[in-house]
């Protein structure tokens, strides 16, 4: 039966180019992603929904940014719609967010986790929107969003950990994700955040793999390319070094979060031996692994 995944395109946002590039001149990422006149990028929040079809288990990658800031803060950090759009393209798929059973959270940052909650309406707080999930998260992770460093306060939602652990479906976990299934593995990330959680599939057919911020999009493939919100660049692109070979041996899918064509690709090395992405997928609709 195998698995079936499919790319779940969630809210929009426009960031700052440079602080998404790191220490890339304007002059190079601007060739990668046109920037607006604001220098901002445009990047997708997209999740990954697999559908373990011979156990009928729905298990949602991430859930993107949502829709959870107020206007103010939308147009901040450059949230283009203000209805919830990954609940839509679940819909669009015929799935209802009571049918999702598990939802992995790479970690917690607004961008990854703000999907777990109901669109912005004033005088209302927000409340969780998968009624019958269980909620996966890295011990490490958790932690890092309940006692955050002043650097990153702001990439966490003011009281989501509430929420979540008042539900009594949250997960804590180590490394170690045999609760999805026999197939699922984990690597763990410390380079952009402590317990930043990427997570294999191993199917039959195919292995896939969800990058997180590790790898956000096509341009981050490359080993010298970090983000300016990294906590630790040089660990993050030590990491980088580590996991892209795992990619190519296994002949993996890269599942990416951020950019704002392409929802998957594979990794080869080129002729000078520089890392770079092939076969990139604007979508991917029922891959089968």
């Excluded at 509430?162 to 009594?168: C, E, Q």
């Excluded at 911020?213 to 341009?219: E, K, N, Q, V």
């Excluded at 983000?227 to 990416?256: H, N, V, W």
């Amino acid at each position: 039966m195998g698995y079936a995944i499919y790319s779940i395109e969630g809210n929009r946002q426009r960031l700052d180019g440079g602080s998404m590039f790191g220490n890339v001149p304007h002059g190079l990422w601007s060739r990668w992603i046109s920037p607006d006149q604001r220098l901002r990028v445009a990047l997708s929040c997209r999740g990954f929904l697999i559908h373990d079809r011979q156990r009928d288990c729905r298990i949602l990658l991430d859930t993107g940014i949502g829709a959870f800031f107020e206007p103010r803060l939308r147009d901040r950090y450059g949230v283009e719609q203000p209805q919830h759009c990954l609940l839509t393209s679940l819909a669009a798929r015929g799935v209802h967010p009571e049918q999702i059973d598990f939802v992995v959270l790479s970690h917690l940052h607004f961008d990854h986790a703000g999907g777990l909650l109901t669109p912005w309406k004033s005088g209302h707080a927000p409340q969780l929107v998968f009624p019958a999930a269980r909620f996966v998260v890295n011990r490490r992770a958790w932690q890092r969003a309940v006692d955050p460093h002043p650097r990153d306060r702001a990439s966490f939602i003011p009281d989501i950990q509430t929420l979540l652990d008042r539900s009594g479906r949250l997960e804590l976990v180590d490394d170690d994700l045999s609760l999805l299934g026999p197939d699922f593995g984990c690597t763990l990330s410390d380079g952009h955040t402590p317990g930043l959680l990427l997570t294999w599939i191993r199917g039959e057919q195919r292995t896939a793999v969800f990058c997180g911020d590790l790898i956000p999009g096509l341009p981050w493939v490359h080993l010298p390319v970090s983000m300016g919100y990294d906590r630790y660049p040089e660990l993050l692109i030590d990491e980088k070094a580590a996991f892209l070979p795992q990619c190519r041996q296994s002949e993996a899918t890269l599942l990416l979060t951020h950019d704002p064509q392409y929802a998957a690709c594979r990794v080869v090395r080129d002729a000078s031996g520089r890392w770079v992405p092939m076969s990139p997928e604007r979508s991917l609709d029922g891959l089968i692994a």
